[in-house]
């Protein structure tokens, strides 16, 4: 794709975005999950059953909150950063009126849900009376990104960050598709995935458009520069750190004793997926990488060889 042959989906997002369309989403004092029980795997480990089952909603909500917290800081630190710019044409790499118009609609939506998630975050105190323990000031791409970006010559930045933000887009959509087919969890909860999920799909593909507009017109010399650090991003962006530190936090917040506390540390610290072609969103990230002809070059292939099936 050139950037001669991009669509806009202005009129697609005019008829269903969901600040558009979509009521406000208000938790429901039911007996359903606020989170799903497979996003936390600490309450299904051995020790959390037999010692403290009936901390489970506990740790259920400050999952959500944490959860909540990502998106807020993924949506407004990271993506409208990133979009905003390209928006207003003060990106390395140009783009014309139409998808500068598409990016701007990116930046409403995220802030939407930014918004829409920050309001769900204070009905759920209201609702369990459970205050958040401290939630980490950044996620996974907060590091990642600037790390990478130190890696390449200033030139190159904007293209890599692009690509970067990319790949999390159409990673998160996954996420959040998975989490609204959970029938275990309250109706509001799924209904406020379901109305992400429906504008992440269109920025998922928008994302992926404009790195193929790019890649096309890239030099051999400034593909193969930015290729060579993608497996850098990869391990930054999938470590799992951030969320261990604050599963600990939250074991630490939990009124059991220190014998308990330390069996349900180790475990929590045993959670991780190892960074390599088993990883569970590695599949989205290929998909990315195909969708957007990246993975079509011999610099790209090479590169991602350990992560290739």
Not at 17 to 39: F, G, H, K, M, N
Request: charged content about 25%.
């Amino acid at each position: 794709m050139n950037a001669l042959e991009y669509r806009s989906f202005a009129e697609a997002w005019e008829a269903r975005a969901t600040i558009r369309t979509r009521p406000r989403r208000q938790v429901e004092d039911d007996q359903r999950l606020i989170y799903p029980l497979s996003r936390q795997p600490l309450v299904l480990g051995a020790t959390f059953q037999r010692e403290c089952p009936q901390l489970r909603d506990f740790v259920l909500v400050q999952s959500l909150y944490k959860f909540i917290n990502d998106v807020v800081i993924f949506e407004t630190e990271i993506v409208d950063r990133t979009a905003r710019r390209i928006a207003k044409d003060r990106f390395a790499v140009r783009f014309p009126f139409a998808c500068r118009y598409d990016a701007m609609t990116v930046v409403v939506d995220e802030d939407y849900h930014a918004l829409v998630a920050m309001d769900f975050l204070q009905q759920s105190i209201a609702l369990t009376g459970i205050e958040p323990i401290a939630l980490p000031q950044e996620i996974e791409l907060s590091r990642a990104i600037p790390a990478v970006l130190e890696q390449v010559p200033e030139a190159l930045r904007d293209a890599l960050e692009l690509i970067c933000v990319g790949i999390a887009e159409n990673t998160l959509t996954d996420d959040v598709a998975a989490f609204a087919r959970d029938d275990s969890v309250k109706p509001s909860v799924k209904g406020l995935m379901a109305d992400h999920l429906l504008d992440e799909g269109r920025h998922s593909s928008f994302w992926a458009r404009l790195t193929r507009i790019y890649w096309h017109t890239a030099p051999e010399a400034d593909r193969q520069m930015i290729a060579k650090v993608l497996p850098l991003f990869l391990r930054q962006y999938l470590t799992n750190d951030i969320q261990q530190a604050f599963d600990c936090a939250l074991i630490d917040a939990l009124p059991v004793s220190d014998t308990v506390r330390q069996a349900l540390r180790e475990e929590a610290l045993g959670l991780a997926y190892p960074i390599n072609r088993q990883h569970p969103l590695l599949s989205n990230i290929l998909r990315f990488f195909r969708s957007s002809s990246m993975l079509e070059s011999p610099c790209v292939q090479d590169a991602l060889r350990d992560y290739l099936p």
